[in-house]
C-alpha cells in the first residue's frame, strides 16, 4: 500500500521533471500561436503572416496568426505577456509596449516579455505638402519658432509613437513641442490625406506610409529621423544633416514570448526567427513594401527595449502625454 | 493597344482563371459563414498570394472580396444576420422579404443589382480614376464632418417607426460610440477599467447581437412562435429580375453612381453609400410607404450602391495608394509586394497589368452570377429546417462569429448584451437600425468635429469657409428644414387661396 503511494509519488515527480526535458527536446510537437496585437491587414499583420509562414517551414508545425485587438495594442501584448510560458505562444511586439505603461493602460512593458529578435525599425520622417514654402527642415523649424501655435501637425493619435517622435525633433531643437498642436488622426493614412487636402501643415511618419504620396508628387518629405537617409529615398537627409540635431526616433517590431521561457525553447525559437529574418523570401517582402530590415537578438532586443522605454517615459512626462 | 491584347492574354489563361474560380469559392465561403468578414478573407488569401505571379494575385484578392461582400448578404436576408454595416442599412427589409414568401426575389435582386452596381462602379473606376482620386484628395476633416451629419440625418428619415423613435435609436447608437480610447484624447471613457473596452465596443458582435439574437429571443418569448409563410417551393432567383431591372432603372443608376462617389472617399465607404441611397430611395420613391414592410426597392438602390462603392474604394488605392477601406489596406500591399506601386504612374509603367486588373473586375463581378446562384441555392436549404431547430444553430453561429472578431469571450457578452437591448427596443417599436449606424459614424463625428475645431484654433467659420465644405452644410440644413418650410409653404399656400 505505502509502497504502492510511493511509486505514485515519484512517478509523478519524475513526469514533472522529466516533462520539460522531453518537451523542449521535441519542440514543437503542436501548433505554435502567433499573436498579433493589430488589426489583420494592417503593416504589422502583414510581417506577422509573412513571418509565420516561414518559422513554419524551420520548425515544422503549423504556426497560426491570431489578431487580438484592442486599446492602442494593449490586449494583444497582454495576451503574449500573460501567455503560459512553454513556447506556443509568441507574438509581435511593436513600439508601443514601451509608450502604453506610462499613460498609464496596462501594467506590462518590455521587461515582461523573452525578446526573441527585434526584425524592422521604420524611421520617423517628417513631411508637409509638396506646394508649401518650406523646401528644408530648417524653413520649417524657422516658420514654427516665427508662429508659435500656427502650423498644425499630425500623424497618429494624440500619444502615438509618430506625435512622440516629433515632440522630441522640436524638443532637440529647443522649440517649445506645444507650440506645434497636434490633430489626432486614426492613422498615418488619414493624415497623409488631410495634409493634401490642406486641412494640417505638418506629417510625422514613416517613407513606406508617405510613399505612394512623395512619388504623386504630392507630398515631400524634409528629413527622416535616423543615422543614415532611407533607402526608398535615399535623397531626403538626415536630420543631423539637415538641422545639426542628433535626434533619432521610429517605430519598430519585434519576435517576443512570455517571462520566463526555458533556455532551450528560447535558443530553438531565436535561431528559427533569425532564420525567416535571413531568408530571401523575408528580405523580399520587406524591401517591397519600404519596411526597414533590422536585426537584434535577444540580448540586444532586450537593451534596447529598456532604453526605448526610459526615452520615451522622460519624453512622454516633459510633454504631458504621461498619467 | 497592344498592352490590352497582352493583358487579355495574362488573365486568360488556365491558371491565372483557376486562381479565380478558386478565390471566388474561398471568399464565398468565408463570406457566408456570419461573424467571419471579407477583410478577413483578404488578410488570409496574402500569404498565399505571395507565391503567385502578380496578375493572379492581384485577381485572387479582387475576386474573393467581391465574392465575400455579396455572399455576407445572404446570411442577412435569410436569418436576419448582416455581414457588414453596410448591409444592415437594408438587411430588415430583406429580412422581411423572406418572412412574405420572396426569398428567392430578394436574394436574387441583391445578387443581380450588385453585379449592375459593381459593374457600373468599375467601368468609372477605369474611365474616370485620376480625375475622381484627385477630387477625393480635397476632402479634409470639415467635408467630412458634413459628409457623416448628412448619412446620420438619412438614417432618422427612413426609419420604419417615425423619426422621433429612430431618432432615439440614433442617439442611442452615438453614446456607445463614445466608449473607449479610440477619441481625440486618447483617454479611456466609459470603460470600466475593462481593457476589452478599451478599443470601444467591438462592432460586429454588436451588428450580430442587435439584429439576429433579438430576433432569436423573439421567437423564444412569443407564445405563438409566428410561423414563416411556407415556402412552397423555391424558384429560380433569376425570374423576375429583368423586369425589376426595366421597373428601377432610375434607382439602379442612381445607386451606382452614390456609391462609387461615396465609396472614391478614403474616409467614408460602403456603409454610408448605402444608408445615403436608402434614403434617397425611400424619399424619391413612388411608394415609400411600402418601404420597411419587405419592398425591394430600396434594396435594389442600396445594394447597387454598397457593391459599387467597393468599386470606388480602389479608385483612391490605385491612383495615391491610399485606401478607401480595411481591404484595400491589403491589397496595397499586396500590390507593392508585386512591384505594381499604386500612383499615376500604375497607369504608365507595365499598363498592361492594370489593364489585366481591371479585366479581373469585370470578370469578378460575371462570376459572381453563377457562383452567387449556387450559393444561394446551398444557403436556403435553411429555410426548410424548423424553426426550432434552426434558432439555436444561429446562436450558435453567432457566438462562434462573435468570438472570432478578436478572439474574447468578453465579445460574446457584449453580443448578448445587445440582443437583449434589439429585442427590448424592437418590443418598444424602435428601429434598431439606427444604432448600428450611430455606433459607426460616432467616431468619424467626434473625430472629424474635434480635428476640425483643432485646426481652426476653435473658429466656427471654418466649417463653412472651404467651397465643398460650405455645398454640403448648405445641403445639409436644407434637408434638416425641408419638412418645415414645406409645411410652411403649403400653409402659407392654403391662407392665400
Same mark, same amino acid.
Not at chain 1, 235 to 261: E, Y
Given at each position: 500500500?505505502?509502497?504502492?503511494?510511493?511509486?505514485?509519488?515519484?512517478?509523478?515527480?519524475?513526469?514533472?521533471?522529466?516533462?520539460?526535458?522531453?518537451?523542449?527536446?521535441?519542440?514543437?510537437?503542436?501548433?505554435?500561436?502567433?499573436?498579433?496585437?493589430?488589426?489583420?491587414?494592417?503593416?504589422?499583420?502583414?510581417?506577422?503572416?509573412? /513571418?509565420?509562414?516561414?518559422?513554419?517551414?524551420?520548425?515544422?508545425?503549423?504556426?497560426?496568426?491570431?489578431? #487580438?485587438?484592442?486599446?492602442?495594442?494593449?490586449?494583444?501584448?497582454?495576451?503574449?505577456?500573460?501567455?503560459?510560458? !512553454?513556447?506556443?505562444?509568441?507574438?509581435?511586439?511593436?513600439?508601443?509596449?514601451?509608450?502604453?505603461?506610462?499613460?498609464?493602460?496596462?501594467?506590462?512593458?518590455?521587461?515582461?516579455?523573452?525578446?526573441?529578435?527585434?526584425?524592422?525599425?521604420?524611421?520617423?520622417?517628417?513631411?508637409?505638402?509638396?506646394?508649401?514654402?518650406?523646401?528644408?527642415?530648417?524653413?520649417?523649424?524657422?516658420?514654427?519658432?516665427?508662429?508659435?501655435?500656427?502650423?498644425?501637425?499630425?500623424?497618429?493619435?494624440?500619444?502615438?509613437?509618430?506625435?512622440?517622435?516629433?515632440?522630441?525633433? /522640436?524638443?532637440?531643437?529647443?522649440? !517649445?513641442?506645444?507650440? #506645434?498642436?497636434? #490633430?489626432?488622426?486614426?492613422?498615418?493614412?488619414?493624415?497623409?490625406?488631410?495634409?493634401?487636402?490642406?486641412?494640417?501643415?505638418?506629417?510625422?511618419?514613416?517613407?513606406?506610409?508617405?510613399?505612394?504620396?512623395?512619388?504623386?508628387?504630392?507630398?515631400?518629405?524634409?528629413?527622416?529621423? !535616423?543615422?543614415?537617409?532611407?533607402?526608398?529615398?535615399?535623397?531626403?537627409?538626415?536630420?543631423?544633416?539637415?538641422?545639426?540635431?542628433?535626434?533619432?526616433?521610429?517605430?519598430?517590431?519585434?519576435?517576443?514570448?512570455?517571462?520566463?521561457?526555458?533556455?532551450?525553447?528560447?535558443?530553438?525559437?531565436?535561431?528559427?526567427?533569425?532564420?525567416?529574418?535571413?531568408?530571401?523570401?523575408?528580405?523580399?517582402?520587406?524591401?517591397?513594401?519600404?519596411?526597414?530590415?533590422?536585426?537584434?537578438?535577444?540580448?540586444?532586443?532586450?537593451?534596447?527595449?529598456?532604453?526605448?522605454?526610459?526615452?520615451?517615459?522622460?519624453?512622454?512626462?516633459?510633454?504631458?502625454?504621461?498619467? | 493597344?497592344?498592352?490590352?491584347?497582352?493583358?487579355?492574354?495574362?488573365?486568360?489563361?488556365?491558371?491565372?482563371?483557376?486562381?479565380?474560380?478558386?478565390?471566388?469559392?474561398?471568399?464565398?465561403?468565408?463570406?457566408?459563414?456570419?461573424?467571419?468578414?471579407?477583410?478577413?478573407?483578404?488578410?488570409?488569401?496574402?500569404?498565399?498570394?505571395?507565391?503567385?505571379?502578380?496578375?493572379?494575385?492581384?485577381?485572387? *484578392?479582387?475576386?474573393?472580396?467581391?465574392?465575400?461582400?455579396?455572399?455576407?448578404?445572404?446570411?442577412?436576408?435569410?436569418?436576419?444576420?448582416?455581414? =457588414?454595416?453596410?448591409?444592415?442599412?437594408?438587411?430588415?427589409?430583406?429580412?422581411?422579404?423572406?418572412?412574405?414568401?420572396?426569398?428567392?426575389?430578394?436574394?436574387?435582386?441583391?445578387?443581380?443589382?450588385?453585379?449592375? &452596381?459593381?459593374?457600373?462602379?468599375?467601368?468609372?473606376?477605369?474611365?474616370?480614376?485620376?480625375?475622381?482620386?484627385?477630387?477625393?484628395?480635397?476632402?479634409?476633416?470639415?467635408?467630412?464632418?458634413?459628409?457623416?451629419?448628412?448619412?446620420?440625418?438619412?438614417?432618422?428619415?427612413?426609419?420604419?417607426? %417615425?423619426?422621433?423613435?429612430?431618432?432615439?435609436?440614433?442617439?442611442?447608437?452615438?453614446?456607445?460610440?463614445?466608449?473607449?480610447?479610440?477619441?481625440?484624447?486618447?483617454?479611456?471613457?466609459? =470603460?470600466?477599467?475593462?481593457?476589452?473596452?478599451?478599443?470601444?465596443?467591438?462592432?460586429?458582435?454588436?451588428?450580430?447581437?442587435?439584429?439576429?439574437?433579438?430576433?432569436?429571443?423573439?421567437?423564444?418569448?412569443?407564445?405563438?412562435?409566428?410561423?414563416?409563410?411556407?415556402?412552397?417551393?423555391?424558384?429560380?432567383?433569376?425570374?423576375?429580375?429583368?423586369?425589376?431591372?426595366?421597373?428601377?432603372?432610375?434607382?439602379?443608376?442612381?445607386?451606382?453612381?452614390? &456609391?462609387?462617389?461615396?465609396?472614391?472617399?478614403?474616409?467614408?465607404?460602403?456603409?454610408?453609400?448605402?444608408?445615403?441611397?436608402?434614403?434617397?430611395?425611400?424619399?424619391?420613391?413612388? =411608394?415609400?410607404?411600402?418601404?420597411?414592410? %419587405?419592398?425591394?426597392? %430600396?434594396?435594389?438602390?442600396?445594394?447597387?450602391?454598397?457593391?459599387?462603392?467597393?468599386?470606388?474604394?480602389?479608385?483612391?488605392?490605385?491612383?495615391?495608394?491610399?485606401?478607401?477601406?480595411? *481591404?484595400?489596406?491589403?491589397?496595397?500591399?499586396?500590390?507593392?509586394?508585386?512591384?505594381?506601386?499604386?500612383?499615376?504612374?500604375?497607369?504608365?509603367?507595365?499598363?498592361?497589368?492594370?489593364?489585366?486588373?481591371?479585366?479581373?473586375?469585370?470578370?469578378?463581378?460575371?462570376?459572381?452570377?453563377?457562383?452567387?446562384?449556387?450559393?444561394?441555392?446551398?444557403?436556403?436549404?435553411?429555410?426548410?429546417?424548423?424553426?426550432?431547430?434552426?434558432?439555436?444553430?444561429?446562436?450558435?453561429?453567432?457566438?462562434?462569429?462573435?468570438?472570432?472578431?478578436?478572439?474574447?469571450?468578453?465579445?460574446?457578452?457584449?453580443?448578448?448584451?445587445?440582443?437583449?437591448?434589439?429585442?427590448?427596443?424592437?418590443?418598444?417599436?424602435?428601429?434598431?437600425?439606427?444604432?448600428?449606424?450611430?455606433?459607426?459614424?460616432?467616431?468619424?463625428?467626434?473625430?472629424?468635429?474635434?480635428?476640425?475645431?483643432?485646426?481652426?484654433?476653435?473658429?466656427?467659420?471654418?466649417?463653412?469657409?472651404?467651397?465643398?465644405?460650405? %455645398?454640403?452644410?448648405?445641403?445639409?440644413?436644407?434637408?434638416?428644414?425641408?419638412?418645415?418650410?414645406?409645411?410652411?409653404?403649403?400653409?402659407?399656400?392654403?391662407?392665400?387661396?
Amino acid at each position: 500500500m505505502i509502497r504502492g503511494l510511493l511509486f505514485r509519488v515519484v512517478a509523478v515527480l519524475m513526469c514533472l521533471v522529466c516533462a520539460p526535458a522531453v518537451a523542449q527536446n521535441d519542440f514543437p510537437n503542436r501548433p505554435v500561436k502567433l499573436v498579433v496585437p493589430w488589426g489583420a491587414g494592417g503593416g504589422t499583420d502583414a510581417v506577422a503572416r509573412m /513571418l509565420a509562414a516561414l518559422l513554419e517551414k524551420d520548425l515544422g508545425k503549423p504556426v497560426n496568426v491570431v489578431n #487580438v485587438t484592442g486599446g492602442s495594442g494593449v490586449m494583444g501584448h497582454q495576451t503574449i505577456a500573460t501567455a503560459p510560458p !512553454d513556447g506556443y505562444t509568441i507574438g509581435l511586439i511593436t513600439t508601443e509596449i514601451v509608450m502604453i505603461h506610462h499613460q498609464g493602460l496596462t501594467k506590462f512593458n518590455g521587461s515582461s516579455f523573452t525578446p526573441l529578435g527585434l526584425i524592422n525599425v521604420d524611421p520617423a520622417a517628417v513631411q508637409v505638402r509638396a506646394d508649401s514654402p518650406y523646401k528644408s527642415l530648417n524653413d520649417l523649424l524657422a516658420a514654427i519658432k516665427a508662429n508659435p501655435g500656427k502650423l498644425k501637425a499630425s500623424g497618429t493619435a494624440r500619444g502615438g509613437s509618430w506625435h512622440l517622435s516629433l515632440y522630441g525633433l /522640436l524638443k532637440d531643437a529647443r522649440i !517649445d513641442p506645444t507650440t #506645434v498642436p497636434w #490633430v489626432p488622426s486614426v492613422s498615418n493614412n488619414a493624415a497623409l490625406l488631410d495634409l493634401v487636402a490642406g486641412g494640417i501643415d505638418i506629417v510625422s511618419g514613416s517613407h513606406p506610409e508617405a510613399r505612394p504620396l512623395i512619388e504623386a508628387g504630392k507630398v515631400r518629405s524634409l528629413a527622416i529621423m !535616423d543615422a543614415q537617409p532611407s533607402k526608398l529615398f535615399p535623397a531626403v537627409p538626415t536630420v543631423k544633416a539637415a538641422s545639426g540635431s542628433g535626434w533619432i526616433s521610429g517605430v519598430w517590431r519585434g519576435v517576443a514570448a512570455p517571462k520566463g521561457l526555458p533556455k532551450a525553447i528560447e535558443e530553438r525559437l531565436a535561431t528559427a526567427t533569425r532564420k525567416a529574418w535571413d531568408s530571401a523570401e523575408f528580405r523580399q517582402f520587406m524591401e517591397s513594401r519600404g519596411f526597414g530590415l533590422n536585426w537584434k537578438g535577444p540580448k540586444e532586443f532586450a537593451e534596447f527595449l529598456a532604453k526605448s522605454d526610459t526615452e520615451a517615459g522622460a519624453l512622454m512626462k516633459a510633454t504631458g502625454l504621461a498619467r | 493597344m497592344d498592352a490590352l491584347t497582352t493583358a487579355f492574354g495574362l488573365v486568360f489563361d488556365p491558371y491565372v482563371l483557376a486562381v479565380i474560380l478558386g478565390a471566388g469559392l474561398f471568399g464565398l465561403f468565408v463570406g457566408a459563414i456570419p461573424g467571419l468578414t471579407a477583410t478577413m478573407a483578404t488578410a488570409l488569401l496574402v500569404p498565399v498570394t505571395f507565391f503567385m505571379p502578380p496578375v493572379p494575385a492581384v485577381a485572387a *484578392i479582387v475576386t474573393a472580396t467581391a465574392m465575400a461582400i455579396f455572399s455576407g448578404d445572404i446570411p442577412g436576408a435569410l436569418m436576419r444576420i448582416p455581414g =457588414t454595416p453596410a448591409s444592415a442599412a437594408y438587411a430588415d427589409e430583406a429580412y422581411a422579404m423572406t418572412r412574405k414568401g420572396q426569398a428567392e426575389l430578394v436574394l436574387g435582386a441583391g445578387l443581380v443589382f450588385s453585379v449592375i &452596381g459593381g459593374l457600373i462602379g468599375t467601368t468609372i473606376l477605369v474611365i474616370a480614376a485620376p480625375s475622381l482620386a484627385e477630387i477625393a484628395l480635397k476632402f479634409s476633416s470639415f467635408e467630412y464632418f458634413w459628409l457623416v451629419l448628412l448619412g446620420l440625418t438619412c438614417a432618422i428619415f427612413i426609419s420604419a417607426g %417615425g423619426a422621433l423613435r429612430g431618432f432615439v435609436s440614433l442617439l442611442l447608437g452615438l453614446v456607445i460610440a463614445t466608449v473607449g480610447m479610440e477619441n481625440p484624447a486618447a483617454f479611456p471613457r466609459f =470603460t470600466f477599467d475593462r481593457p476589452e473596452l478599451t478599443g470601444g465596443v467591438t462592432l460586429i458582435p454588436m451588428l450580430v447581437g442587435l439584429f439576429a439574437v433579438s430576433e432569436i429571443f423573439r421567437f423564444v418569448v412569443a407564445e405563438a412562435p409566428p410561423i414563416m409563410v411556407a415556402q412552397e417551393r423555391f424558384g429560380s432567383i433569376f425570374r423576375g429580375q429583368g423586369k425589376l431591372i426595366r421597373q428601377y432603372p432610375m434607382q439602379t443608376l442612381r445607386g451606382s453612381l452614390l &456609391g462609387t462617389a461615396v465609396g472614391a472617399l478614403p474616409g467614408a465607404g460602403a456603409d454610408i453609400a448605402a444608408w445615403i441611397s436608402y434614403a434617397i430611395s425611400k424619399k424619391l420613391s413612388k =411608394t415609400p410607404e411600402k418601404f420597411g414592410t %419587405g419592398h425591394v426597392e %430600396g434594396v435594389i438602390e442600396s445594394g447597387a450602391a454598397n457593391n459599387s462603392a467597393l468599386s470606388g474604394a480602389w479608385i483612391p488605392a490605385l491612383v495615391f495608394g491610399i485606401p478607401g477601406d480595411s *481591404i484595400t489596406a491589403i491589397a496595397i500591399g499586396v500590390l507593392y509586394l508585386k512591384n505594381m506601386n499604386p500612383g499615376p504612374t500604375i497607369f504608365l509603367e507595365n499598363p498592361q497589368n492594370i489593364y489585366a486588373v481591371f479585366i479581373v473586375f469585370f470578370l469578378a463581378q460575371l462570376l459572381m452570377l453563377p457562383l452567387g446562384w449556387f450559393a444561394i441555392k446551398t444557403y436556403k436549404q435553411v429555410l426548410k429546417v424548423p424553426r426550432n431547430v434552426l434558432m439555436p444553430l444561429i446562436l450558435l453561429f453567432c457566438m462562434v462569429g462573435a468570438f472570432a472578431i478578436n478572439n474574447s469571450v468578453f465579445d460574446i457578452g457584449v453580443m448578448l448584451a445587445f440582443g437583449l437591448l434589439g429585442w427590448f427596443l424592437e418590443a418598444n417599436r424602435f428601429p434598431v437600425a439606427p444604432v448600428i449606424l450611430g455606433a459607426v459614424l460616432g467616431h468619424m463625428l467626434e473625430d472629424n468635429f474635434i480635428n476640425s475645431m483643432i485646426k481652426a484654433d476653435g473658429q466656427w467659420g471654418a466649417f463653412f469657409d472651404r467651397p465643398i465644405a460650405g %455645398g454640403l452644410a448648405a445641403a445639409t440644413f436644407l434637408l434638416w428644414t425641408a419638412p418645415l418650410l414645406l409645411r410652411l409653404w403649403r400653409r402659407a399656400r392654403g391662407a392665400a387661396a
